[in-house]
């Protein structure tokens, strides 16, 4: 194994930055960033805690549910979930994040860091209700770098190309968290939470 261990020898393996990325960061949201975030309904929100423990964690809802509050700020809603709180928790002691915006089909990404704070409440999430639900949180997200990330990887691996997708030979949902996490639920429990009316209902729910 060769490992790399300073960024002069990054630098040097990788070569030097074009002008066009090292120039693209911008600080505050153009309307077509506005109009990317109002198509997009899936993002990955990246977080750490204080010790550099990492989190990603995907977060989805009708597209355009990531409200844009001005050219510096966006409010990422929060719905019901495993109430594990990982991301959260991470940004109350490192409020530092990193937000990507995916459009089905596009292979370009809209990213946005910044730093996060946690509210449990706050007149605009009267707009975010879904299906009658308020959020039960939001992220704010205060913009320090907005930029948009080009198609490659997305190239690469067909991601969008059902004809290049891997045949799913993979058990379901229910087996992998049966074989793979201890617990006394039976298959035939899980496969009743996991693939029944209840867990559709516990989408806004809780």
Known sequence: MSEIT??????????????????????????????WIARSPFVVLATSDADGNCDASPKGDPAGF???????????????????ADGYLNILSN???????LIPGRGDTLRINGRARLLRDAPYFDDMVVKGHRPIL??????????????????RSG??????????????VARLVKDV??????????????TGDAYQRMLYNG
């Open 6 to 35: 300073d960024p002069v020898e990054l630098r040097e393996l990788l070569g030097e930055v074009a002008p066009r990325p090292r120039n693209k960061d911008r600080y505050s949201l153009h309307e077509w960033d506005r109009e």
């Open 66 to 84: 990531v409200k844009v509050l001005d050219d510096k700020t966006i409010a990422i809603p929060e719905r019901p979930g495993n109430r594990r």
């Open 95 to 101: 409020p530092h994040v990193g937000v990507i915006f």
């Open 138 to 155: 939001a992220i704010e997200v205060d913009i320090e770098q907005i930029f948009f990330h080009c198609s490659k990887a997305f190239m």
């Open 159 to 172: 991601l969008w190309k059902p004809e290049q997708w891997p045949e799913d030979t993979l058990p379901g």
């Open 181 to 194: 996490v201890p617990g006394t639920e039976t298959l035939a429990e899980l496969e009743a939470y996991y």
